[in-house]
């Protein structure tokens, strides 16, 4: 793990994960406890992936962040 990087270590980086959580519930259906074990527990996309790029992600709109979500999971195997 990289010197602290993978972990939550502010209020907004909080607020991102969960608008990122909420959002791509909201894309796929899948109520928003479901994607948080699907993007923490199955995939380590939350801790491996949107925390450690928070700030380039979060200038970024809603629809590009879903988008590049997708697409990391789709590259990890993860099917959603």
């Excluded at 607020?15 to 923490?40: H, V």
């Excluded at 450690?52 to 979500?69: A, S």
Aim: glycine share 6%.
């Amino acid at each position: 793990m990289l010197e602290g990087q993978n972990y939550i270590t502010s209020s907004e980086q909080l607020e991102f994960a969960i608008f990122c959580i909420e959002n791509m519930a909201a894309r796929t259906g899948i109520d928003a406890e479901k994607m948080y074990e699907i993007l923490a527990v199955k995939s380590d996309v939350l801790q491996g992936y949107i925390i450690p790029n928070f700030e380039i992600l979060h200038t970024q709109g809603k629809d590009y962040i879903v988008d590049d979500i997708m697409a990391v999971l789709k590259e990890k195997g993860v099917a959603v």
